[in-house]
């Protein structure tokens, strides 16, 4: 059994940055595919972006492509989501995601984190 626990999140002003962390118990962190979703007030949960276990390559949604960075440490069995020049549309309650299998359901997810962006 793993377990996700992000932290990081918080209040910034428009055009801050924040970074996010998933720390992740239990083994093999390493063999996972890692994703953060976010989800909005009144909106479905949607895909940020996504880092491959294999090799190492990364996804991101149009709305974050070129602001937010994905990254790991598997030595710490961490994800992190370095977020810059937030924007207020960015306000979301923001989570992680592990899946070993990509064709398959997300096996874990965390319980979530606040990022708020004032404008």
């Known amino acids: 059994q793993v377990q996700l626990r992000e932290s990081g999140g918080g209040l910034v002003q428009a055009g801050g940055s924040l970074r996010l962390s998933c720390v992740a118990s239990?083994?093999?962190?390493?063999?996972?595919?890692m994703d953060w979703f976010r989800q909005a007030p009144g909106k479905e949960r949607e895909f940020v972006t996504r880092?491959?276990?294999?090799?190492?390559?990364?996804n991101y949604a149009d709305s974050v492509k070129g602001r937010f960075t994905i990254s790991r440490d598997n030595a710490k069995n961490t994800v992190y989501l370095q977020m810059n020049s937030l924007k207020p549309e960015d306000t979301a309650v923001y989570y992680c995601?592990?899946?070993?299998?990509?064709?398959?359901?997300?096996?874990?997810w965390g319980q979530g984190t606040q990022v708020t962006v004032s404008s």
């Open positions: 880092l491959s276990a294999s090799d190492g390559s990364t």
């Open positions: 239990g083994r093999a962190f390493s063999s996972y595919m």
């Open positions: 995601a592990a899946r070993v299998n990509p064709n398959r359901p997300y096996d874990y």
